[in-house]
């Protein structure tokens, strides 16, 4: 299905952050059969003097979307996320006018496609948005769970979406 191939692609961005000590979130933005923006998450590790909160993959993608030379649609674009948007992302999306969000692992912790946007401003309130949950949910859980047991990856340590991570994977090898 298209779903699964671009969600593939995501993964490849979020594995190449992942290899570079990053927390392993990657995005790809599609139009018309053809990914035309990507991003992956920057900013978590231990080389700076703190992590950053705005390097998200979606963010850079977005911001990606300046450099390309074909016409943005963005009603007709779809957003793939290795990891459920968190609020801001989500808010970018929106902005953004893209109108499907197509994600591969949920996050318990900071995931924001669960708000109900009916009690947000009409920007927000007046925005038909479809979300698409779980698309290659447990190669995205692989992931996250492999950076979890580096003890070199200090980013949300200690965390409930590191518990919860981590849980999944052995409910997981239970069954």
Same mark, same amino acid.
């Given at each position: 299905?298209?779903? &699964?191939?671009?969600?593939?692609?995501?993964?490849?961005?979020?594995?190449?952050?992942?290899?570079?000590? &990053?927390?392993?979130?990657? #995005?790809?933005?599609?139009?018309?059969?053809?990914?035309?923006?990507?991003?992956a998450?920057?900013?978590?590790?231990?080389?700076?003097?703190?992590?950053?909160?705005?390097?998200?993959?979606?963010?850079?993608a977005?911001?990606?979307?300046?450099?390309?030379?074909?016409?943005?649609?963005?009603?007709?674009?779809?957003?793939?996320?290795?990891?459920?948007?968190?609020?801001? #992302?989500?808010?970018?999306?929106?902005?953004?006018?893209?109108?499907?969000?197509?994600?591969?692992? &949920?996050?318990?912790?900071?995931?924001?496609?669960?708000?109900?946007?009916?009690?947000?401003?009409?920007?927000?309130?007046?925005?038909?948005?479809?979300?698409?949950?779980?698309?290659?949910?447990?190669?995205?859980?692989?992931?996250?769970?492999?950076?979890?047991?580096?003890?070199?990856?200090?980013?949300?340590?200690?965390?409930?979406? &590191?518990?919860?991570?981590?849980?999944?994977?052995?409910?997981?090898k239970?069954?």
């Open positions: 299905m298209v779903y &699964e191939y671009f969600m593939g692609l995501a993964l490849e961005q979020a594995q190449k952050a992942y290899d570079k000590g &990053e927390f392993p979130v990657g #995005c790809v933005i599609a139009l018309e059969g053809r990914v035309i923006a990507s991003g998450r920057q900013g978590t590790t231990l080389d700076r003097a703190f992590f950053s909160e705005i390097d998200h993959a979606e963010i850079r977005l911001k990606n979307l300046e450099t390309i030379n074909t016409q943005f649609e963005p009603e007709k674009s779809v957003l793939f996320s290795t990891m459920e948007p968190c609020l801001m #992302c989500l808010g970018a999306i929106i902005l953004a006018g893209i109108k499907t969000i197509v994600y591969a692992y &949920e996050d318990p912790m900071g995931g924001g496609t669960k708000c109900d946007l009916k009690k947000l401003p009409l920007l927000y309130k007046n925005c038909k948005i479809d979300i698409i949950p779980g698309v290659l949910r447990q190669k995205s859980l692989d992931l996250f769970y492999n950076f979890f047991n580096k003890e070199t990856n200090l980013y949300w340590k200690n965390s409930y979406l &590191e518990a919860y991570t981590l849980e999944q994977k052995r409910e997981r239970s069954k």
